[in-house]
């Protein structure tokens, strides 16, 4: 793909989150990138560039006209979207890639289109060599590369079973907000699109690995009480252990929530089940969509305050090891430093070859952890022993 116009395309770059990836890239981009600005208003995103002050290119783009995402798709080695919800505006830009053999980010946390993605343009990407790497934010970045960060500590050949323990201080934005909640009012759908996969994938026989869900309470390895995350963090952790040989003959990983008290832990369990109920009635999906509304989100002060850890816990016959991922503003303006720095890795940085739908710790692994790392998100062994 040298022959491409640019290296990096930014799909969605007036958005609140594509702003904050749009500035990421204009100031950490190597010197001599070519990167540009897309979206549907080229005003809009001419008046983001000049505020910027870079010479990145601008792109036309309507999620609802297939050509001019066919023409996005075509003038870079990669593309990175952040128009979403995902399952009801990203099929289009994802399709356009690959069958330009273009390579693909999104910030995605929507389980059901990443499956349908997988069922609808996995094998196009595989014959044209674009690598579809879906959820590099918050979702599902550290649970990946720090998961196989937390397995290369332990020996080869041999069983582990890893949890992993998510403190977090942040706010959600209205996209990330009305992106759950799609999630929750289309779980049917989504239950079936798994299903589907499941039917379609290849299965090696000669390995076990697995999610499991694990059970509120009190957990003596965290120090804390915990809920289940039935987030896609582990569906993406799972993935990357099944197409990599370096988890062992026999991986397990439970994904929590850690919290400092109960009343906290079962307020926000309580919480999560009603919003769930609600989801699943339109008109109240609608007005629980009006508290966040799409485009909003914190405030700079509030994002300077946020902050995540995520901490795992491997076991391996007599050897456990205790890592952990950390950093300031995960949602944004860390999830915009993840999906910028995911973007050069993948048009920059010599990596394995890898093609259709993967995760980040396939495509990239090591690469973007050590990009991560000099960006500031720290990874780090704890204990070992």
Known sequence: MTDRQFEVVLFGATGFTGSLTAEYLAAHAPVG??????GRDGDRLRALRDRLGVAAGVVEADVSDAGSLRRLAEAGR??????????RYGDGIVAACAEAGTDYVDLTGEPEFVDLTYLRHHATAERTGARLVHACGFDAIPPDLGALFTVQQLPEGQPIRMRGYLSV??????????????????????AAARARRRR???????????????????????GAWVLPLPTI??????????????YGPDFSYGHFVALGNPLTAAALGVGAIGVFALAQVPPARRALSRLRPAGSGPTPEQRAKAWFRLRFVADSGDRRVVTEVAAADPAYGGAAKMLAESALCLALDPLPPSAGQVTTAVAMGDALRARLDEAGIGFRVVESR
Do not use: K, N
């Open 200 to 222: 379609m994938e290849p299965v090696d026989r000669t390995r076990r690995v697995r999610a499991v869900s694990g059970r509120p309470g009190y957990d003596r390895t965290a």
């Open 33 to 38: 990138t070519r990167w540009a600005l897309a």
């Open 78 to 87: 990669v593309v990175i979207t952040t128009v979403g919800p995902y399952l």
């Open 169 to 190: 201080g942040a706010l959600p934005s209205g996209g990330t907000f009305d992106s759950a909640l799609t999630v929750f009012g289309r779980w049917r759908s989504g």
């Open 233 to 246: 963090d582990p569906q993406i952790v799972v993935r990357s252990a099944r197409a990599l040989d370096r």
